[in-house]
């Protein structure tokens, strides 16, 4: 889709873009191509999109895969979108999908193969987590993140970007940031670059075994721990986890000592598994 298209199709379904959306429509077919290639949609897979907007991704991604389904909250997009997706049988939800009930997806779609988005940037983090916890085991998600993110990202343990994201992704499976797109590839264009990155879920570890922390993506109370940990980033672990009222400093003393913590040690100092392990303990589910 170019510049051009995007202006026509807006023009001629009388639409815009909104600002407070994050609509920032791709407009370069080389990067949607390349965002594509990177999906490696076929004929036997399970697609989800989130905003597909104007369907810059959603043509190629619902003609190529076995069944494509796309949550959008602009329901200005209605007309346009079940014009483009109509004939290739694809669905579109009109709803808020930081709202939205996964589980209302039924059958092989309620678990995808490949999940999309150019990600509206003012909801990134939530949107990118609620995933993660309503699709733990899809195997491959490719995002549009504003570049700045890949530093919370792609951060590496004892780094000052380490956080809950870092963390969450890293449990996921492995990510990779692919390519930068900047500002001139979308309409209107955002004053800032962007990065296509691709996360593949692990479903077995080194030994062959399942994905031991499959659990924790279930369980949203886990990644409240994780963000609790870093709530007060200038502080001992202990002291900012406990801050929240969840856990006592006890009870968190007592969990670092039993993995071998220093009761000092600071949350940007453990690494992504011991918040697994930190959890299993506060929550007396040691070995599950
Ligand atoms: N996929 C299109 C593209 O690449 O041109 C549009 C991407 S635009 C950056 C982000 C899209 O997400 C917009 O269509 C916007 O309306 C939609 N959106 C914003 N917030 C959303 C939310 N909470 N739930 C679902 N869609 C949302």
Known sequence: MSKQEVLTILENYGLSATRSLGQNFLCN????????DL??????????EIGPGIGALSEKAASSAAAY?????????????????????????FQDYLKWDADSLSGEKRNPDVILSNLPYYVMTPIMVKLMQDFPLCPKMVFMVEEEACDR???????????????????????????????????????????????ERSLSNEDGQSNPHVSCFRDAEWFSMVTGAFALRRKTLVNSLSSGG??????????LSEMGQRETVRSEDLLPTDFVVLYQILRGRKGE
């Open 39 to 48: 999906a490696k949609i076929t004929k036997s897979k399970q697609v989800l």
């Open 153 to 199: 990202i792609f951060a590496m343990p004892g780094s000052k970007q380490y956080g809950p994201l870092a963390i969450l992704t890293d449990l996921f499976g492995r990510k990779e940031k692919c390519f930068n797109v900047d500002g001139g590839s979308f309409y209107p264009a955002p004053n800032t670059t962007s990065s296509v990155i691709r996360i």
């Open 246 to 255: 969840k856990y006592s400093k006890n009870q968190i003393l007592s969990a």
């Open 69 to 93: 389904t796309a949550v959008e909250i602009d329901q200005t997009f209605t007309t346009r979108l079940h014009n483009l997706l109509d004939p290739l049988g694809g669905e579109v939800i």
């Open 29 to 36: 077919d080389a990067v949607i191509d390349e965002i594509l």
